[in-house]
């Protein structure tokens, strides 16, 4: 915009004070009458009749299509260039941050811009498949007619011969919407087909990273569903507020949607999953190495921080659980050592202290209250000063400890002068569990320790987004009881069962209440008392066949 | 032993009871894993002593500032219980002992430096007014019964002596059942009536004093108490009040009006609220960094970098001096681990005696450090070929080098302070209102250099005589604290110019005779000509008398004076040889240690692995390895 207003004023020669409104004012008449005009073109066009354009309509577009590239051409450098030197130290503007997303139009047209010049290093990729062969056809089909303006522009200015060919798309874009959102979808199955492929083929190759980028650009762009003439209307008012926001943006980092389901190999059972992932073969594993002999050395230097009371917290990307023992077997073997997995599901504090004052402190009593449990190893920590505790705690961030309480507990432990903690956090919002006060208590010194190793045996007790969930260990444990049932037990179960499917689309539904149920039963001569038909049920909740409700029965 | 399992979670290591006993000895730990290990027994002797003298130092500052909090809490303690002592009929003193008094004590969002400051005060209490002090948490009392529970079975630990523990000790356990104000106030008749007859504590003899010493109850986090329970605390409280004499310590972390926010006014009406302001934090962190980093008595010093990081640390995340302290430990551990000269970091006769044991390797470090080496490039040849290859030289070399750093940083910090003096009053502050910031900027860059320098200066060519006196003043004192005998011209050339500028007041008044004769002289009859004639001259004359005023000259000559000083004295450590032996500069270390950024790790590590893989293979001077 603001260009455009110098080149008038040039123009012009003459010096004159315009007031910031008249400014305006001119700005949205001029942008207007543009559109107004592109308007009555696109109809022209939609009639398929031919008609050459007006000059000043086709140079507007020309401005603004440069522009764009500026812009686009910015952007993209910006992301190779964070790419390149994304190192540990230059700020947190370029990390992910929360984003909100643009405006859907303008991502449309971004995206449009964005998709050409990738384009054609995807299509020279992959030219070898078949795929894309039946790509092209289905684009010259969808835009021959586009293509046949595109021809005849050709023949008469040199405009469009020389513009790029961002232009051309950006041209067709907005005229054929129905077709791009094809087109858009059919680009979005290519490249999950790639992808697929490259899954299949199991190749352990870094993919051009260009490459990716470009494929999630085009994935990542909305598809626009206005109309065109709605979306003129819009852009008249609302197109400086959005070149303000443009211009002062600073995010350009777009959210990847590519998501699991979008993998067209369904999903795969543990064993082959397994398998699979077993014949990829490590990477930079020298490199590795190196570094976890860089991590190695820093051993002495943990031990020597923690006995002067600092804690340690490892942090950065990989599992640090071989690391931490590595160094449980080469420093702490002489020492009491308690090693907590906060990764397994089954941990609580309550666990952590009962296995210090039962194994550590051989005490075998009862305590009241955790609290309790608290003090008195404290306690006991402070009258014994020879006593000494070495703490490991992998992902000290984990569901069940990350809650106030147990880092509370923790952090206390921690702050004694003879327990020894050394802890390693994932989460990405780790930092956010300790308030000013528990990190005083922890006393952290951090360390970063990047190891790109496996999280396998953190995530062993999770299921892997990639497995089928079959639900066949349920079932087959159902079926097993079911089998011991007595037949009237059998159909008091049928019964609530039927029920229950029969409602499970009602959102209201909470359950069916003992005395219905029980009315049931009778009229189906399965019970004569309420007595049976409740230890009945009380047999199915023992195998946690169902759920019941005090304030229902 | 496997640390996997599917069935629990805790591992339990407990090596042979034969084994255990074999305790490393910290020193190992320091010695071992890395390259450089000259001295290093040495070396870790001498941080734990400097560690320790620190630590004391900043223990006793504490204590310091906190004195006058605490001698105005004991002094409103003892007024208000007095009221209670009397028991007068009057009706003022009836309405009075109906209300609670309260001190409400505001001491900043820095909250984990409270518990420091509420041990030492409980300590003081316990000394000076009463045996009976309870500190309670918010976390310990989430009801009414915790409450009085937690309350209760402090105070019987309280009261608890050497002779009766036992039996006492006894007594809780059984009465830990339920608690009521009734039965706490049966329980105080009973031990207040009890130490009546016997009367034999003569350990602490002020709280005897008084039959009945009050209770006092400390609420360390008032914000964070559930508004229920405090508020039936209060009126339970204020109902037994005549037989419980109950004295309430409120600490607040942001602003006193949280009390009325808190407490509905029929609650708050049973209060005799009293404010008490702690120091600021900031106040605080200036007396710290005065009393450990701008001074000798410490050889340990910080560079720029680190100072800032420490500094802003402190400014921007949590306004905690223990974790100023913990940032400075953990430097002089770093200095110490990472640097092998630093074994000379120590009080100048050590050192230098230090020195004449220095091996081979040592002397070698010496040579390599690089403000040794421009040191040596600047002498002349022969002196350079010795200074190589002679060890015998290179040690005496090093012994006056180290003599001259001392020097150097004795007057460094008196002129600092000087500068500070004439600076901190400026308008606008151009050099900043603490001498934290003007000590940093020092060790920036050259203070000279900067424009803030300038125009501080021009400024002070500014001021009216007054304030430049009384900015003299306080700058002599600070010369004639100091023992030192080096900058005694200095203070000799403040006195004299105090000394003119006292003189001044007298030749001021010649000077307005001198005008007043002119005056007059004026005022004479003459022609027009002569008139203009008369005015030219004495407009010419007045603007030669402005420029060249007695005190204008002196002004500028004292401004010029401490351009001299700064020029002289406040030069870059980095200019000094040597300096690396007392300086800790590796302030990316630091930082990451204390300040990580886990955000900024992941991303890194996801979006460009080389950054990890590639750089350490090219070379081991990685991030950690400081220096």
């Given at each position: 915009m603001m260009s455009k207003l110098e080149s008038k004023e040039d123009k012009m020669l003459e010096v004159q004070f315009v007031g910031d409104d008249d400014v305006l004012n001119h700005i949205l008449d001029r942008e207007g009458g543009a559109k107004i005009k592109k308007e009555r073109a696109q109809l022209l066009v939609n009639t398929k009749k031919i008609i050459k354009k007006p000059e000043y309509d086709l140079e507007e577009d020309d401005q603004e299509v440069l522009k764009d590239q500026n812009y686009v051409e910015v952007l993209g450098r910006h992301?190779?260039?964070?790419?390149?030197?994304?190192?540990?130290?230059?700020?947190?503007?370029?990390?992910?941050?929360?984003?909100?997303?643009?405006?859907?139009?303008?991502?449309?047209?971004?995206?449009?811009?964005?998709?050409?010049?990738?384009?054609?290093?995807?299509?020279?990729?992959?030219?070898?498949?078949?795929?894309?062969?039946?790509?092209i056809p289905q684009c010259s089909k969808g835009h021959s007619a586009s293509d046949k303006v595109q021809l005849k522009?050709?023949?008469?200015?040199?405009?469009?011969?020389?513009?790029?060919?961002?232009?051309?798309?950006?041209?067709?874009?907005?005229?054929?919407?129905?077709?791009?959102?094809?087109?858009?979808?059919?680009?979005?199955?290519?490249?999950?087909?790639?992808?697929?492929?490259?899954?299949?083929?199991?190749?352990n190759e870094v993919i051009l990273s260009e490459q990716i980028q470009a494929q999630n650009r085009v994935v990542s762009a909305p598809v626009c569903k206005e109309t065109p003439s709605k979306k003129m209307r819009r852009d008249k008012t609302s197109d400086l507020v959005e070149e303000y926001f443009e211009a002062h943006s600073s995010s350009k980092v777009l959210t990847s949607d590519r998501t699991l389901q979008k993998l067209k190999r369904a999903k795969l059972d543990q064993q082959t999953l397994h398998n699979l992932l077993s014949k990829v073969s490590p990477s930079f594993s020298a490199e590795l190495k190196q570094l976890n002999q860089q991590y190695e050395q820093l051993f002495h230097k943990w031990m020597l921080q923690l006995h002067l009371g600092f804690n340690i917290v490892l942090y950065g990307l990989g599992s640090k659980r071989d690391l931490l023992e590595r160094f449980r077997t080469t420093m702490l073997q002489d020492c009491i050592h308690v090693v907590i997995n906060g990764f397994f599901p089954g941990i609580s504090v309550k666990s952590i202290l009962n296995s210090i004052t039962e194994e550590v402190l051989n005490h075998m009593g009862t305590f009241r209250s955790v609290l309790d449990q608290l003090d008195w190893i404290i306690n006991k920590f402070k009258e014994e000063s020879s006593l000494e505790l070495f703490l490991l705690i992998h992902n000290l961030d984990s569901q069940m400890l990350r809650g106030d309480k147990s880092q509370q507990i923790i952090g206390q432990l921690s702050s004694l002068r003879n327990i020894y903690l050394i802890a390693s956090i994932?989460?990405?919002?780790?930092?956010?569990?300790?308030?000013?006060?528990?990190?005083?208590?922890?006393?952290?010194?951090?360390?970063?320790?990047?190891?790109?190793?496996?999280y396998t045996e953190e995530t062993s007790y999770e299921n892997s987004l990639l497995v089928k969930q079959s639900g066949s260990l349920p079932l087959s444990s159902l079926t097993h009881v079911l089998r011991s049932l007595t037949p009237n037990a059998r159909g008091i179960f049928?019964?609530?069962?039927?029920?229950?499917?029969?409602?499970?689309?009602?959102?209201?539904?909470i359950g069916l209440s003992f005395q219905d149920f029980y009315q049931q039963c009778r009229e189906a001569f399965l019970v004569n008392s309420d007595l049976t038909l409740r230890a009945q049920l009380t047999e199915f909740r023992d195998h946690k066949l169902i759920r019941t409700k005090k304030n229902i029965w | 032993m496997a640390t996997s399992s599917v069935s629990k979670g805790c591992f339990v290591f407990k090596p042979d009871f034969k084994k255990r006993k074999i305790s490393v000895p910290i020193e190992d730990y320091f010695n071992k894993g890395k390259n450089e290990s000259e001295d290093s027994k040495l070396r870790f002797e001498t941080y734990q002593l400097i560690?320790?003298?620190?630590?004391?130092?900043?223990?006793?500052?504490?204590?310091?500032?906190?004195?006058?909090?605490?001698?105005?809490?004991?002094?409103?303690?003892?007024?208000?219980?007095?009221?209670?002592?009397?028991?007068?009929?009057?009706?003022?003193?009836?309405?009075?002992?109906?209300?609670?008094?309260?001190?409400?004590?505001?001491?900043?969002?820095?909250?984990?430096?409270?518990?420091?400051?509420?041990?030492?005060?409980?300590?003081?209490?316990?000394?000076?007014?009463?045996?009976?002090?309870?500190?309670?948490?918010?976390?310990?009392?989430?009801?009414?019964?915790?409450?009085?529970?937690?309350?209760?079975?402090?105070?019987?630990?309280c009261n608890v002596d050497v002779q009766s523990k036992e039996k006492e000790s006894v007594q809780v356990t059984q009465k830990k059942i339920h608690y009521s104000m009734d039965s706490l106030s049966t329980w105080y008749m009973s031990v207040t009536q009890k130490t009546d007859v016997k009367m034999p504590r003569k350990k602490r003899t002020p709280p005897s004093q008084w039959q009945s010493p009050p209770v006092v109850l400390i609420l360390k986090d008032m914000e964070s108490f559930t508004t229920k329970v405090l508020q039936d605390f209060i009126i339970i409280s204020s109902q037994h009040l005549h037989e419980f004499p109950l004295i309430l310590i409120f600490g607040i972390a942001t602003s006193p009006v949280v009390v009325h926010r808190m407490l509905p006014h029929a609650v708050s009406s049973l209060l005799c609220i009293e404010l008490f302001q702690?120091?600021?934090?900031?106040?605080?962190?200036?007396?710290?960094?005065?009393?450990?980093?701008?001074?000798?008595?410490?050889?340990?010093?910080?560079?720029?970098?680190?100072?800032?990081?420490?500094?802003?640390?402190?400014?921007?995340?949590?306004?905690?001096?223990?974790?100023?302290?913990?940032?400075?430990?953990?430097?002089?551990?770093?200095?110490?681990?990472?640097?092998?000269?630093?074994?000379?970091?120590?009080?100048?006769?050590?050192?230098?005696?230090?020195?004449?044991?220095?091996?081979?390797?040592?002397?070698e470090n010496i040579r390599r450090l690089p403000s040794f080496r421009r040191y040596v490039e600047k002498q002349a040849s022969e002196k350079q070929v010795a200074l190589l290859t002679n060890e015998r030289f290179l040690k005496e070399e090093t012994q006056s080098l180290l003599e001259n750093l001392h020097v150097y940083h004795t007057n460094y910090f008196l002129v600092l302070r000087c500068l500070h003096q004439f600076t901190s009053s400026l308008p606008k502050y151009p050099l900043g209102r603490q001498i934290r910031e003007l000590y940093c900027t020092c060790l920036e860059k050259n203070i000279r250099d900067s424009e803030e320098y300038a125009s501080a200066l021009q400024l002070l060519r500014m001021l009216a005589k007054d304030e430049l006196m009384a900015m003299l003043q306080k700058c002599f004192k600070v010369f004639k604290?100091?023992?030192?005998?080096?900058?005694?011209?200095?203070?000799?050339?403040?006195?004299?110019f105090l000394a003119q500028f006292q003189s001044l007041d007298a030749e001021a008044k010649e000077e307005e005779e001198d005008t007043s004769e002119s005056q007059s002289k004026g005022l004479q009859k003459t022609d027009l000509y002569h008139l203009q004639k008369s005015l030219l001259e004495m407009k010419e004359l007045?603007?030669?008398?402005?420029?060249?005023?007695?005190?204008?000259?002196?002004?500028?000559?004292?401004?010029?004076?401490?351009?001299?000083?700064?020029?002289?004295?406040?030069?870059?450590?980095?200019?000094?040889?040597?300096?690396?032996?007392?300086?800790?500069?590796?302030?990316?270390?630091?930082?990451?240690?204390?300040?990580?950024?886990?955000?900024?790790?992941?991303?890194?590590?996801?979006?460009?692995?080389?950054y990890y893989l590639k750089v350490s293979t090219s070379h081991l001077s990685f991030h950690f390895i400081s220096q």
């Open positions: 992301v190779q260039e964070s790419l390149k030197n994304g190192s540990a130290t230059d700020g947190g503007n370029k990390v992910y941050s929360f984003q909100n997303r643009k405006h859907p139009e303008k991502m449309a047209k971004l995206a449009s811009e964005l998709a050409k010049t990738p384009r054609k290093s995807v299509s020279s990729n992959l030219k070898s498949d078949p795929e894309i062969t039946i790509d522009n050709n023949d008469k200015s040199e405009f469009l011969s020389t513009a790029p060919r961002g232009l051309r798309k950006r041209l067709i874009v907005p005229r054929f919407h129905s077709d791009s959102e094809s087109e858009y979808s059919a680009s979005n199955s290519e490249d999950d087909e790639g992808v697929a492929q490259e899954c299949e083929e199991n190749t994932d989460h990405l919002n780790a930092p956010l569990m300790w308030d000013h006060a528990k990190q005083s208590l922890y006393n952290w010194l951090w360390y970063e320790t990047t190891t790109y190793s496996h049928r019964l609530l069962i039927k029920y229950q499917l029969d409602n499970q689309d009602n959102p209201y539904y | 560690w320790q003298q620190m630590k004391s130092e900043t223990e006793r500052l504490q204590e310091e500032l906190n004195k006058n909090l605490f001698d105005s809490l004991i002094e409103f303690l003892q007024k208000s219980h007095s009221g209670f002592q009397k028991n007068s009929r009057d009706w003022g003193c009836q309405i009075k002992l109906r209300e609670i008094p309260t001190a409400a004590l505001v001491l900043g969002v820095n909250v984990t430096d409270h518990d420091l400051t509420f041990r030492s005060l409980t300590e003081v209490l316990q000394n000076n007014v009463t045996p009976y002090v309870v500190s309670l948490q918010a976390k310990d009392c989430p009801d009414m019964k915790h409450f009085l529970q937690k309350l209760a079975s402090q105070l019987m630990d702690s120091l600021s934090c900031k106040e605080h962190l200036t007396t710290v960094l005065d009393k450990l980093l701008l001074t000798t008595q410490f050889p340990f010093k910080l560079s720029e970098k680190v100072l800032q990081v420490l500094t802003n640390i402190f400014l921007y995340h949590d306004f905690s001096i223990q974790n100023f302290i913990k940032g400075l430990q953990l430097s002089l551990l770093e200095h110490f681990y990472s640097q092998p000269l630093s074994v000379l970091c120590c009080n100048l006769p050590e050192a230098k005696r230090r020195i004449n044991f220095l091996s081979d390797n040592q002397c604290s100091s023992s030192e005998k080096q900058l005694g011209n200095t203070a000799k050339r403040i006195e004299e007045r603007r030669a008398s402005k420029r060249q005023t007695k005190f204008e000259v002196l002004r500028e000559q004292l401004v010029s004076f401490i351009d001299s000083l700064a020029r002289e004295y406040l030069l870059l450590p980095e200019t000094q040889p040597l300096h690396e032996v007392l300086y800790f500069s590796a302030a990316h270390t630091l930082r990451q240690h204390l300040n990580a950024a886990p955000r900024i790790a992941l991303h890194t590590a996801l979006n460009n692995p080389y």
